[in-house]
């Protein structure tokens, strides 16, 4: 958290204010942290991106190609700001004027490479399609899935599908009637969790993403509004509940180091698996 959703709501309300703009600076006290943002100075922003959880700001240089990049990984708690806050580790002082980066518990990380040198964010560089895009091939993922682990551990991965974390995991293998320790996917679980997949992650686009808690040191949208799509939530964060299909009431489990919500019921393990929880 933030996920895919976030991060793609986040792009979208900064676009028009950092598209076109110059760089004056970028304000911080942590250069081990924010590491060469120097390297952004007198340079401008052209259109925000996203791959997966990280934002992508190609930087050009008098109006030429990109040849650098500011890439900004929200970690747990980041996220901008049209106002300074306690929270603020990070001012992008624009020609037009301030955009700040907000972080309560500091996982965030914000650095500039050289455009497409992703040498120094592995998980960048390695990962998987993006799924609201036509590179999220049924056929490929299917093949994949066919010879996976535990399937959720296997998502968090990055490498099948990019963007999904711990809430939307979740959430598509409820839709989709998967336990998370299932391996290997028969063709028809498969197809079913590629569908899920693309339909959580749209409607949570679309309601702005999810707010946890109580959204102080947590997701918030650019101007301090909370996202809506966690009403929606059918599993995650809803152990002990009756499971909103069957009634049955949803269990808490430990999956790959990541709490993980499911019901009995509705999301069974099929032959050949089996569930071997943390704790």
């Known amino acids: ?19 076109g703009r110059t760089v004056l600076e970028i304000q911080h006290r942590h250069p081990e942290k924010y590491p060469d943002t120097e390297l952004a100075h007198g340079r401008t922003i052209l259109e925000p991106r996203r791959r997966g959880k990280y934002l992508i700001l190609p930087l050009s240089d008098a109006g030429a190609e990109p040849d650098r990049e500011l890439i900004v990984h929200l970690g747990m708690t ?8 306690p929270h603020t580790r990070l001012t992008l002082l624009l020609d037009s004027g301030p955009l700040y980066f907000n972080d309560p518990r500091r996982f965030g990380k914000v650095r500039v ?24 091939r049924l056929d490929a993922f299917t093949e994949a899935a066919a010879r996976a ?21 979740d959430e598509a293998l409820w839709r989709a009637r998967i336990h998370p320790s299932q391996q290997r996917l028969s063709a028809e679980q498969a197809q079913r969790l ?18 946890l808690g109580n959204g102080v040191s947590n997701y918030r949208q650019l101007g301090g509004e909370w996202g809506g799509f966690q009403v929606q939530h059918a599993a995650y964060g809803r152990g002990g509940q009756p499971c909103p299909r069957c009634g049955t009431p949803l269990e808490k489990t430990v999956l790959g180091q990541r709490g993980t919500h499911f019901c009995p019921q509705c999301q069974q393990l099929t032959a050949g698996s089996q569930h071997s929880p943390e704790s």
Do not use: C
């Open 149 to 169: 682990g535990a399937v959720k551990p296997w998502l968090l991965s990055q490498r099948p599908v990019a963007g999904v974390g711990n809430i939307y995991a």
């Open 194 to 211: 590629h569908g899920a997949i693309r339909e959580v992650l749209g409607e949570a686009v679309d309601a702005g993403g999810s707010s």
């Open 113 to 136: 490479v050289p455009a497409g040198e992703y040498a120094a964010l592995p998980t960048l560089a390695a990962m998987g399609p993006e799924p609201l895009s036509d590179d999220f």
């Open 78 to 85: 980041g996220g901008f700001r049209l106002e300074e806050t």
């Open 1 to 19: 958290m933030p996920e895919l959703p976030e991060v793609e709501t986040t792009r979208r309300t900064i676009a028009p204010i950092v598209t």
